[in-house]
């Protein structure tokens, strides 16, 4: 019995206006070697939002933008919008909540105005909640439980890294995404999910955390920003490219073997887009041609979640990727854990 498909039909985005230039952090921080970051990370500049705005309202402009623009990357320009009316399903990944309880999904699905039918929860997750999410979706979809699922990354990592960490403050950005996942029938077009690959190692946690911002740990006035144990980002770079330089060569050969596929019928990688760096990185290593590497993180930075959605959409709308194209995607951070997913575009 052959599974129903589930098929990318849009994706939108979301950038706060704030920009956070490298000749801006050079001010601030007259000490830190601002051009060989920038070199390092190929980034310019990242967006941060303002104190009056939250993951949730970078998700609702997302999810408004996406439901006006209907199904444009999939047909083109002049379709009808989406029908709010006719999502079953939402799936918000965020590690930024606007609070404890409830889950943002919960608020987003009154603020869209969306079916009190609605499944919407939230999961937690960062640079791999992209690809896990697709697979969630694909999942519900396959099973007969969700028809159309609104897919939501959402993240504003500001609010919970040191702007006096270089090793984040320099990388990281805020954004949102919203993505139209639809049952198809061997014929809907835009990107159909395939075969799909995932992984944890619970055991490299330590080397990307915020730690004592849960119920455990020091109380929140004896917390320090400049302690490890702070309740803001800490990142060991060393260990999170050690780690990625491992499984993400791993997880591709596992995906090509699961889709009966070969490297060479991939037409196009998306990569978490982590830094400069760490991507041509592992293109060399993995010998994938330049003109089959989207990059697309100058302009944003580092938005965890946010950044295959990012990337897939700008590359989509400037004809880097096409219809009739192959796209693999790979996924991999905190947790640690790391995650692939084909897409076949039609």
Known sequence: MSLTEAVIRGIALEL??????NEWLREQHPDWPIDKIAAMTGISERRQAPDDQTALDLAESAARRLLAEGPRLAEGEGCAPFDAGTIDTLLYCTQSPDYIMPTNACL????????????AFDYNLGCTGYVYGLGIARALIASGQSQRVLLITGETIS??????????RTVFGD?????????GDGVVPGGVIGAAVYGTDGSGAPHLMVAN??????????????D?????????????????LSRVPQTLNELYEKAGVTADEIDRFVFHQANQYMLNHLRRKLRIPEEKFILEIGDVGNTSSNTIPIALA??????????GQRTAMVGFGVGLSWGSVLLDWR
């Open 108 to 119: 987003l699905q009154e603020r869209l105005g969306l079916p009190t039918s609605t499944m």
């Open 228 to 244: 490890r144990d702070a309740p803001t980002l800490f990142m060991d770079g060393a260990e999170v490219f050690a780690f990625t």
């Open 314 to 323: 700008r590359a989509f709308a400037d004809g880097r990727i096409a219809k």
């Open 159 to 168: 609010r919970y890294m040191s702007h006096d960490d270089r090793n984040v």
């Open 175 to 183: 954004a949102a995404t919203a993505t139209m996942i639809d049952a």
């Open 213 to 226: 911002a849960g119920y455990c740990g020091k109380p929140m006035d004896e917390r320090s920003e400049t």
């Open 16 to 21: 706060p206006d704030d920009r956070i230039s």
